[in-house]
């Protein structure tokens, strides 16, 4: 492993295949792998195990309720034979399971997934109840019309139905189909080819705020070779997807004083500058026109090599249909397209407040302008280097950066006052990435192509945070995210949605990555 910075980190090929000279190889591979029909079989077997778990409210921060889907979890694990352990985290457990048979000197995957669902808001939810799992599909003018959930359980459900439910796919369906992948291999006889080991998280849509500790005070219990990470959506292609990295953040909050109170604009506009005036130059200076950071440096520790724009531009996006969906005519020009754009940090303003706006308005000369702002970080870019950038641009724009509110002295002294309050986040924040000649990657690549007969769609580096780098760096072990839900499942959002034919197809995806012998190269 390569550690760029205590905030972030890169896996090499050559650590990670020095890291496993006892891997498995192929004459260790399990017999028997399921066929398609037992994969199909399997998962179709799950449905009401899936459907009756979303029943139960998973809201991060309501201990009763993460309680209850541990205990359903742990029972889940239990009844396909895994040794399991509920790891104690505030009275909001996460659940650790391991099957057994697990041999000393083989390659040990651990799966990590998130049992806990974001808040939901039931009015905004087109079904009776977001904990009532409701299956719908699209009727001829494209709206969704709810069917008997009965309707599930048939031995042939329309791939193109969807469950309707809060975590129907973020992140209770992968969990799912990781059950009913052993499900399958206990129907056709066969063993997976390396250790498994599974982490469910119960804090994800809180930020993992726990999950380092957790790891620290579980380390022995924990330790593995490899991590699989079964969480996001996959490429809006709906073709199998393999992620190797994902983007960190910092935040800060950003603000620019103007007279000491409120004042009257009649009496003192042209006299007192505005402060909102002033931040809008202060935040315009900070990108040029193509939306590219001009702050000094913000960019150049990201080195692109040929291979990682060849894998970047082989990713079937279409930009068209992506501009028209977000309802804008150009795209910023950071990167060449928008998977190059996502190699790079960002600079963005994610909140702006002056004065009150519309009825409320009032005709004053605000007292402050506060800007929050969100820095997406990347494994070169330490997070610290970042703010440490920006707060050296804001003092070259003239402005003397202050702690807390200016002193009366400061304000005698100094015509543009402001101040930086920046946060780095937690490891769960960080930028973490695989290299894509990796040997999980290697392996990865052989199982999805030996199950689609093609190679998946691999993202170098997606631009959302996940909760890796509190695994990577602790556990010291490369990871791969795969996500296995239909991107257009409204995760976090109203209406979320599974779409069954993803169901099934993630079964089929991770019997075979459990059936693919790992060989370190």
């Known amino acids: ?27 260790d591979a399990g017999s028997n792998a399921p066929t398609s029909a037992q994969t199909s079989a399997a998962a179709k077997a799950t449905f009401k195990e899936w459907t009756e778990v979303l029943t139960i409210p998973n809201d991060s921060i309501v201990a009763a309720d993460i309680q209850r889907n541990t205990a359903w979890f742990e029972q889940a694990f239990q009844r396909r034979g895994f040794r399991t352990q509920q790891l104690a985290n505030n009275g909001k457990p996460m659940l650790f399971a391991e099957l057994p048979g697990n041999q000393p000197g083989r390659t040990t995957v651990l799966f990590y997934a998130h049992l806990d669902g974001q808040a939901v808001n039931p009015a905004e939810w087109q079904q009776a109840s977001p904990w009532q799992p409701t299956l719908k599909q699209k009727n001829a003018a494209g709206q969704w019309e709810t069917l008997p959930l009965e309707q599930l359980y048939t031995a042939a459900p329309n791939p193109e139905w969807r469950v309707f439910g809060r975590a129907a796919a973020d992140d209770k369906a992968p969990i799912m189909m990781l059950l009913a992948a052993f499900d399958a291999l206990k129907a056709s006889g066969a063993t997976p080819t390396t250790n498994v080991k599974v982490i469910l998280d119960s804090e994800e849509e809180k930020g993992s705020p726990s999950l380092s500790k957790v790891i ?84 150049d520790a990201v080195k692109l090599d040929d291979e990682s724009r060849r894998v970047m531009r082989a990713v079937p996006d279409d930009e068209v249909a992506l501009r028209k969906r977000l309802g804008i005519a150009q795209a910023d020009k950071v990167g060449q397209n928008y998977q190059e754009a996502m190699q790079y940090p960002s600079l963005n303003v994610r909140g702006m407040q002056a004065a009150d706006v519309g009825p409320k308005a009032r005709t004053i000369v605000p007292g402050v302008a506060i800007a929050e702002l969100d820095l997406r970080t990347v494994p ?70 030996k199950t689609y007969g093609k190679e998946p769609v691999q993202i170098r580096m997606m631009g959302g945070t996940v909760p890796t780098g509190a695994m990577v760096g602790p556990l010291k072990i490369p990871f791969v995210i795969v996500p296995l839900v239909n991107a257009d499942n409204n995760q976090h959002s109203a209406n979320e ?18 059936t693919e012998p790992f060989v370190a190269k």
Not at 10 to 19: D, G, H, P, Y
Not at 248 to 266: C, E, I, N
Not at 422 to 448: D, H, M, Y
């Open 1 to 27: 492993m390569k550690m760029l910075s205590r905030h972030s980190l890169s896996i090499t090929c050559a650590a990670v295949a020095m890291l496993f000279s006892g891997a498995l190889h192929a004459a």
């Open 216 to 299: 620290a005070a579980n380390q022995a219990l924990l330790k593995s070779d490899l991590l699989i990470v079964l969480d996001g959506p996959m490429h809006a292609s709906n073709l199998p997807t393999l992620v190797f990295g994902n983007r960190g953040v910092a935040q800060a909050t950003l603000k620019v004083f103007g007279p000491r109170q409120d004042s009257h604009s009649g009496h003192y506009g042209n006299y007192a500058a505005n402060p909102a005036q002033t931040m809008a130059r202060l935040l315009a200076s900070m990108k040029d026109d193509d939306g590219r950071v001009t702050v000094a440096g913000y960019y």
């Open 380 to 449: 070169e870019t330490d997070p610290q280097v970042l703010l440490g950038l920006l707060k050296t641009h804001i003092e070259k724009q003239g402005f003397h950066l202050i702690k807390g509110e200016p002193t009366d002295d400061d304000r005698a002294r100094y015509p543009k006052l402001a101040s930086l309050d920046a946060s780095q986040g937690s490891s769960s924040s960080l930028a973490v990435r695989t290299e894509l000649s990796s040997p999980i990657g290697n392996w990865l690549r052989r199982s999805f192509t």
């Open 497 to 514: 949605n599974m779409r069954v034919g993803n169901y099934i197809d993630g079964v089929r995806s991770l019997t075979g990555i459990l």
